[in-house]
């Protein structure tokens, strides 16, 4: 049998117009929200994830602020960016789209940036409230992910969850939500150097790879009936995306999220949810 599907590209639809009608009301206010992007280099997917996250804005009535630079940028070029978004009162929050070009100090871009304004939930400051437990923005993916499963009504509570991946958007981060109280999973952290991965995997009832390894999770990894989300985003030669995945899991999870339509829309519908609510905490 087939597993059923966690449908990333519904239930963002859902969650999004929610947040139209909460724009809405912000506008009424007198209260426009503005989500900023900083894109770097001319990397193919990083555009076509940017320009995706502004038509999203378009959507919900959120204004875009959009800025753009070359591949060859300096830090310095890159962190007068952030100052100028910083200081921008149009502008709620903002992202910077990841990966920067080689040469640049991320986290030096990301701790420049206003943590009231850090719409992705990356900013130092808001990882460290997030281990202590106090409010913060949350990082999309992550977010995006415990949402997609809390929808489709796949239990978290009690679970016992494998994350496979250590990136900084949703291997690291993604542990911190899950073992939440709110949440209450059990979480094992896997990666590309943990030695008997199946072994590991076997026990899980919901399993999220983001290794950026094409066909990692194998069908003989996966405890039947599990849920099985695919975060990894490798190309073949076409470009066309290759999850972490294999096709044949399908036959032995539960829940599948596909890759696409699965976890990727829950990320962009979960950055305007952190741009809406940034906008009513400061509306007051
Ligand atoms: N600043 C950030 N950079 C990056 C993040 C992030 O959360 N913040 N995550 C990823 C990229 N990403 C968002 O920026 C992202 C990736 C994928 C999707 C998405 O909707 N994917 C579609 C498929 C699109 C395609 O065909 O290529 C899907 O899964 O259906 C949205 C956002 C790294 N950088």
Same mark, same amino acid.
């Given at each position: 049998?087939?597993?059923?599907?966690?449908?990333?590209?519904?239930?963002?639809?859902?969650?999004?117009? $929610?947040? !139209?009608?909460?724009?809405?009301?912000?506008?009424? *206010? %007198?209260? @426009?929200? /503005?989500?900023?992007?900083? #894109?770097?280099?001319?990397?193919?997917?990083?555009?076509?994830?940017?320009?995706?996250?502004?038509?999203?804005?378009?959507?919900?009535?959120?204004?875009?602020?959009?800025?753009?630079?070359?591949?060859?940028?300096?830090?310095?070029?890159?962190?007068?960016?952030?100052?100028?978004?910083?200081?921008?009162?149009?502008?709620?929050?903002?992202?910077?789209?990841?990966?920067?070009?080689?040469?640049?100090?991320?986290?030096?871009?990301?701790?420049?940036?206003?943590?009231?304004?850090?719409?992705?939930?990356?900013?130092?400051?808001?990882?460290?409230?997030?281990?202590?437990?106090?409010?913060?923005?949350?990082?999309?993916?992550?977010?995006?992910?415990?949402?997609?499963?809390?929808?489709?009504?796949? $239990?978290? !509570?009690?679970?016992?969850?494998?994350?496979?991946? *250590? %990136?900084? @958007?949703? /291997?690291?981060?993604?542990? #911190?939500?899950?073992?939440?109280?709110?949440?209450?999973?059990?979480?094992?952290?896997?990666?590309?150097?943990?030695?008997?991965?199946?072994?590991?995997?076997?026990?899980?009832?919901?399993?999220?790879?983001?290794?950026?390894?094409?066909?990692?999770?194998?069908?003989?990894?996966?405890?039947?009936?599990?849920?099985?989300?695919?975060?990894?985003?490798?190309?073949?030669?076409?470009?066309?995306?290759?999850?972490?995945?294999?096709?044949?899991?399908?036959?032995?999870?539960?829940?599948?999220?596909?890759?696409?339509?699965?976890?990727?829309?829950?990320?962009?519908?979960?950055?305007?949810?952190?741009?809406?609510?940034?906008?009513?905490?400061?509306?007051?």
């Amino acid at each position: 049998m087939s597993a059923q599907i966690l449908d990333g590209k519904a239930t963002a639809a859902a969650i999004k117009s $929610e947040l !139209a009608t909460r724009v809405e009301a912000l506008k009424s *206010r %007198g209260v @426009t929200p /503005g989500l900023g992007t900083v #894109l770097v280099g001319d990397d193919v997917a990083s555009q076509k994830y940017v320009a995706g996250k502004h038509r999203d804005c378009a959507q919900v009535g959120i204004s875009s602020i959009q800025r753009e630079l070359p591949g060859t940028a300096t830090q310095e070029e890159i962190e007068d960016v952030v100052r100028e978004l910083n200081a921008d009162p149009g502008c709620t929050g903002y992202i910077v789209q990841l990966p920067l070009p080689k040469g640049i100090d991320t986290n030096r871009v990301l701790e420049l940036m206003d943590p009231a304004k850090d719409a992705d939930g990356l900013h130092p400051t808001n990882l460290g409230r997030l281990v202590l437990g106090e409010p913060a923005p949350l990082p999309c993916t992550p977010n995006g992910i415990i949402e997609l499963l809390r929808r489709h009504g796949v $239990e978290i !509570a009690g679970a016992e969850v494998v994350v496979v991946g *250590r %990136g900084i @958007t949703v /291997g690291r981060p993604l542990p #911190l939500l899950l073992t939440r109280r709110s949440e209450n999973a059990t979480v094992t952290q896997c990666h590309t150097g943990t030695r008997d991965l199946g072994a590991q995997l076997r026990r899980a009832d919901i399993v999220v790879a983001a290794a950026g390894v094409p066909h990692l999770i194998k069908p003989e990894y996966v405890k039947p009936g599990a849920a099985v989300l695919d975060v990894g985003v490798s190309r073949d030669e076409s470009g066309k995306i290759v999850g972490d995945v294999h096709p044949g899991v399908a036959e032995v999870a539960g829940w599948v999220a596909p890759n696409p339509g699965g976890v990727g829309p829950m990320t962009r519908a979960m950055l305007l949810s952190n741009v809406v609510e940034a906008a009513e905490r400061n509306a007051g």
